[in-house]
């Protein structure tokens, strides 16, 4: 049964996908805590996996990762970037996980001999997942993803609908963010298809108190008038959010429009005045020219979705801001890069400032990034490796200390230099989850280290998401090749971060530091690169600011 105690917000979208409900949900959760409540948010998919960890990137973007290990959508990075708190497997729900468990409890006799139906099996175990995630805390927000009227989302739909009725009309409110398309042989933003995403939500019982209008376009005067008559939400009720020079204006643009306190009233909720001096300085930093222009390339082999990497661009940027300055990203294909001849690869890599090979799997494109990283040791050009970045670092440098063929088990099982391969009687388990180091898990740095340095520490907790690591049989050769471990985890022995000798910058982390990276406090590991090329690269005034779209 959810807690009365709770309020409810769930977040819906008509119209198409992609409007950017993730970020209007953690945009009202990130004004809500800014007022002084206790907010939870949550991500509800409507898909049949049970969790995001098999997803296309390609199709779905960057798989984030939980501090608990949970694999989720990338809406998540944005909850955590915005409302800068780490969240839990319990704000990821996906249909997969709930249908699982109806089967199960169907197999095992726990509805005795009941016909198991959607209604009400389903949509009783959606609530109660809800329910739980929101238990404890002043405001839960919920997500639904998909756009309403697609019939996989019915089942989602129908849960909340029966979860605000529960609950209560001042426990529970609804959000639909709606598409505003212009149409440019008129010269005119249309409202027509908002009106009918609306009136399908309310054809599966749910009235939407607020309206969120999303357009590429700055709508004319009358927009919200014309909404709030066709839709019968009140106009104070309406916001309309054109595309902006940065995503982490969103929540700015929010409060001017008033559609916080219309929440707070319509919910009950004490608040305090918000307290947002700091998110402003993070939106002055985004949307002011800044001193110098870095040209990042990053090493990558999903290259269809700029989504694929949303977390580490994002790190980059906010490093880039307390720097005072603005990041160029360079997408180099990996796969191309390996099928270069040499001369092309060193006119390629030389447009760049500094090298970023994010994480992955698999054989294909290693041998490009691997082919970056080795031009990263050669040419000293600052170079950060993520997961992936850090192993294909090891295997560059052993290639160039002599070692041919030195490789990783998950690409080549019969490497006479297995200088990347699984834990100790781990294998023969890679394709069962028994490698798979997943959430948070300790690193202890060396004294000397640059990473201690920059982090202010030497212990520290970060996220993971990988089956294979550095040999340590080879740890004690590091040196020779031009790189050192420097960051162990304590429990295993295991490699976790690995820096350059004599080298400008050069630092990999067998975690993924761009998950706990945050607009107001970017990561040290990205903080610290960004400096390097500060000081590396010639100066280049920007006179222009950077477009973002929401």
């Known amino acids: 049964m959810a807690d009365k105690s709770t309020k409810f917000i769930f977040v819906t979208g008509g119209v198409l996908s992609g409007l950017g409900k993730g970020i209007t949900a953690a945009s009202i959760g990130n004004l809500l805590k800014a007022r002084g409540l206790n907010v939870n948010i949550q991500k509800c998919d409507p898909y049949l996996n049970v969790d995001a960890g098999t997803l296309n990137p390609r199709e779905h973007g960057e798989c984030f ?160 008038h014309k909404l709030s008559m066709f839709s019968g939400i009140p106009e104070e009720a309406i916001a309309l959010l054109p595309n902006a020079d940065s995503i982490y204006e969103v929540p700015l643009t929010l409060e001017d429009s008033g559609i916080t306190d219309v929440i707070c009233q319509r919910l009950g909720l004490k608040c305090q005045k918000p307290q947002l001096a700091e998110w402003r300085k993070v939106v002055e930093r985004a949307t002011t020219p800044q001193q110098h222009l870095l040209k990042v390339g990053v090493v990558a082999k999903y290259l269809d979705n700029a989504d694929t990497y949303m977390s580490v661009f994002e790190a980059l940027r906010s490093a880039a801001w307390a720097n005072h300055a603005h990041v160029e990203i360079t997408w180099i294909d990996a796969e191309k890069l390996e099928a270069m001849p040499s001369a092309e690869v060193e006119k390629t890599l030389r447009t760049v400032d500094g090298l970023v090979v994010p ?8 041998e490009g990034k691997i082919i970056a990283a080795q031009y990263a040791l050669r040419h000293k050009t600052p170079y950060l490796g993520l997961c992936y970045g850090m192993q294909m670092m090891v295997i560059a440098a052993a290639r160039l200390a002599g070692l041919e063929g030195a490789n990783t088990t998950e690409v080549d099982p019969n490497t006479p230099h297995p200088v990347i391969n699984t834990m100790d009687g781990q294998q023969g388990m890679e394709n069962t989850g028994g490698t798979m180091r997943l959430g948070n898990y300790a690193c202890h740095f060396t004294e000397d280290s640059l990473a201690a340095k920059l982090y202010g520490t030497h212990d520290v907790l970060e996220r993971h998401r990988h089956r294979f690591e550095a040999n340590g049989t080879y740890v004690s050769d590091y040196e020779s090749w031009g790189i050192r471990a420097v960051g162990i985890n304590p429990d295993s022995n295991l490699v976790e971060v690995i820096e350059g000798v004599d080298h400008p910058f050069l630092m990999a982390s067998q975690y993924h530091p761009e998950f706990k990276s945050r607009p107001n406090k970017p990561h040290p590991m990205f903080k610290g690169f960004i400096a390097a090329l500060t000081a590396q690269a010639a100066s280049h005034p920007i006179t222009h600011s950077v477009k973002a779209t929401v």
Do not use: C, W
């Open 359 to 366: 994480g992955g799997f698999g054989s294909r494109g290693i």
């Open 65 to 224: 990762v939980t501090k608990d290990g949970a694999e989720t959508d990338l809406d998540l990075g944005h909850y955590e970037r915005f409302l800068d708190q780490e969240l839990t497997q319990s704000s990821s729900l996906m249909a997969g996980q709930i249908i699982s468990k109806v089967i199960n409890d169907e197999r095992a006799g726990k509805y005795a001999g009941q016909t198991v139906q959607y209604i009400p099996h389903v949509t009783n175990e959606f609530q109660d997942a809800i329910s739980e995630a929101a238990h404890g805390h002043d405001v839960h927000i919920v997500e639904i993803g998909g756009t309403v009227g697609d019939y996989e989302s019915l089942a989602l739909i129908e849960a909340i609908r029966e979860l605000g009725f529960r609950v209560g009309r001042t426990n529970s409110l609804f959000v639909h963010v709606v598409y505003l398309p212009y149409l440019g042989a008129s010269n005119e933003i249309k409202t027509k298809p908002a009106q009918n995403a609306v009136r399908t939500l309310r054809g599966f019982g749910v009235m939407p108190d607020v309206l969120v209008g999303r357009s590429e376009m700055i709508p004319s005067e009358g927009i919200s």
